[in-house]
């Protein structure tokens, strides 16, 4: 049974879930069940054994982003869900909730939003996400497997001579769904025997076939292991002549996240990129600058906490060694994404936003913040505090 056939079949799944109150110090754990037939919510306090949370309606949340290691908005707690609450949940679900590794190669990075547009369009939720810059050293370290073979060298200098985008993909049989996806080693041959495949659409040749996927189910949990055992793992962020773009949660979470990159990658270049989230405090941190000032202040919170964003290092794409703020910013368009729509059709709030709190995108405001912001982004300065 697929998940999306599980969506209305009236069952109650389980999951273990942790919450860490940042005022206390104390990490709560909680039974936390969601019912299918009506996409309603109820919590169990499993320290206390009490119902925290009655039965109630939540359609911000959807069966498919409760798997192990993913973060839920509810209400104010952003909880974490560490394990299945009973066997019935693992039965259903560990069989449709497998992960894989994937790997954008740098001859394919101009096509990133169109590829991430190819996940998300045939079910697949994207984990773990980062731009990385690996080494000669980290890519033999990667592809060990491969020496010896009359391919490795070429593959080695290829791999390091530019930036990838490493991703771990989640989904219903994921290892062999996102290697149908990317078809044929050859690129060759995939344009004759899978020509809508990712490789006959992106790649060039045998090395430069845009995309690596797992082989097997254990070298998927090493090589997302390679890419994700600590958070500045070939760093790739230049920290100068940027700006910050933040594509939201709303957009992430409906599927525009490739489409709104790819319009960016248009008239910017993209020199690094995470897949992150905030806690709630973190994101009051983060915008405090509006707190006060603008009325949506608490809205804008909420919404920047209430799931998986990413982050993007901005460069002008025509002259790499100017302040890109300005131009950044008007290419977003204005704040509102309904005076967007009027005065900026072709802007990405208006393409993508739909209001002026889920807006797409945030862009830094004053040209002398754009390296203030993407630093403490991708140096996850927001961390531990």
């Known amino acids: 049974m697929a998940l999306n056939d599980i969506n209305n079949d009236g069952a109650r799944y389980a999951f273990i879930c942790t919450w860490h109150d940042p005022m206390t110090d104390i990490t709560w754990r909680y039974q936390f069940m969601y019912h299918t037939n009506d996409q309603s919510i109820e919590m169990y306090d499993i320290k206390n054994q009490k ?106 200098q290829l791999i390091s001579n530019g930036p990838v985008i490493a991703m771990e993909l989640v989904g219903e049989n994921a290892l062999c769904r996102w290697r149908l996806l990317l078809g044929p080693t050859s690129t060759e041959v995939a344009r004759i025997k899978a020509p809508s495949s990712i490789r006959a659409q992106f790649g060039t040749d045998t090395t430069m076939n845009a995309c690596h996927g797992s ?110 703020v300005n131009k950044f910013r008007e290419f977003c368009g204005p704040a509102d994404s309904c005076i967007a729509r009027a005065l900026r059709p072709r802007s990405l709030r208006a393409e993508f936003g739909i209001n002026k709190v889920k807006n797409a995108v945030h862009c830094t405001d004053i040209p002398d913040d754009g390296e203030l912001e993407v630093g403490y982004m991708f140096t996850h300065q927001w961390e531990g505090r």
């Open 215 to 324: 082989d097997s189910h254990e070298n998927a949990r090493i090589e997302t292991l390679f890419f994700f055992r600590c958070w500045n793992m070939g760093m790739s962020a230049r920290f100068r002549n940027c700006t910050l773009c933040i594509i939201r949660p709303h957009a992430v979470m409906s599927g525009c996240a490739g489409a709104i990159l790819d319009r960016i990658l248009c008239q910017f270049d993209v020199t690094a990129m995470e897949l992150t989230q905030f806690s709630r405090h973190a994101a009051a941190d983060f915008l405090a600058v509006y707190q006060g000032i603008c009325p949506d202040f608490c809205s804008m919170t909420h919404e920047l906490a209430s799931g998986d964003f990413i982050i993007l290092e901005i460069v002008d794409k025509e002259n790499p060694c100017s302040n890109p």
């Open 51 to 156: 119902t925290f949370l009655k039965r109630v309606a939540y359609p911000a949340i959807t069966l498919e982003q409760l798997y192990i290691g993913s973060t839920i908005l509810v209400y104010t707690r952003q909880l974490l869900i560490e394990d299945y609450g009973d066997e019935f949940t693992r039965k259903h679900l560990r069989g449709l909730q497998e992960t894989t590794c994937a790997m954008i190669k740098p001859d394919a990075i101009c096509n990133a939003g169109k590829i991430l547009e190819c996940i998300t369009r045939n079910g697949l939720l994207i984990k773990h996400m980062r731009m990385c810059q690996l080494s000669r050293k980290q890519a033999e370290e990667f592809y060990n497997v491969h020496q010896g073979k009359p391919f490795y060298e070429s593959l080695i």
